[in-house]
T-cell receptor
């Protein structure tokens, strides 16, 4: 069990470019979550997958954002036509289920800077 | 809608002393879960403790305990015997236990600094 891995750790991109982040959850975890955290704020929910099905999306997830989990294992989060307001830490988490015995395990995040 | 309020932007504590981090919440749900997470400068969110809304006893995990007062809608985190490694951001969060939503709602966090 190597925990939740996120790649890259840091990404600097020019406004208007597309970026893609990857998340590898703990292997036996069927639930995967994406959160966004801006400076001085707590994480905000973006989306949730159970296996390969995307079951919940936040209104924060605009048309420029898309997430996939094609085989129920790793997930990607793509941002098209990046804007300066997209600069944030993008956190991925995974879990086996709900309840106190199934706390989320978070990765270390991908820090995106849009210049 | 659910909301978490953490009114202490920063807290200072001497090593080996206890500290309480405040958290109040607002929800119309009858069944929900409350979480505390620690975020060191590395960025990873580390799960500390969980309290279910129907749990009759306050949760404890090692040096962490949760002072749950349901009528006041508060879920304060108590850290006993503070250590230098406890210096970090601390976030309170909640999630409905029933229904389909998996969304965790977080507060803005409290920055804890432990002084030697």
């Amino acid at each position: 069990d190597t925990g939740v891995s996120q790649d890259p750790r840091h990404k600097i991109t020019k406004r208007g470019q597309n970026v893609t982040f990857r998340c590898d959850p703990i292997s036996e975890h069927n639930r995967l979550y994406w959160y966004r955290q801006t400076l001085g704020q707590g994480p905000e929910f973006l989306t949730y997958f159970q296996n390969e099905a995307q079951l919940e999306k936040s209104r924060l997830l605009s048309d420029r954002f898309s997430a996939e989990r094609p085989k129920g294992s790793f997930s990607t989060l793509e941002i098209q036509r990046t804007e300066q307001g997209d600069s944030a830490m993008y956190l991925c988490a995974s879990s086996l289920g709900r309840g106190k015995n199934y706390g989320y395990t978070f990765g270390s995040g991908t820090r995106l800077t849009v210049v | 809608a659910q909301k978490i309020t953490q009114t202490q932007p920063g807290m200072f504590v001497q090593e080996k002393e206890a500290v309480t981090l405040d958290c109040t919440y607002d929800t119309s749900d009858q069944s929900y879960g409350l979480f505390w997470y620690k975020q060191p400068s590395s960025g990873e969110m580390i799960f500390l403790i969980y309290q279910g809304s129907y749990d009759e006893q306050n949760a404890t995990e090692g040096r962490y305990s949760l002072n749950f007062q349901k009528a006041r809608k508060s879920a304060n985190l108590v850290i006993s015997a503070s250590q230098l490694g406890d210096s970090a951001m601390y976030f309170c969060a909640m999630r409905p236990r029933q229904g389909g939503s998996e969304k965790l709602v977080f507060g803005k966090g409290t920055k804890l600094t432990v002084n030697p």
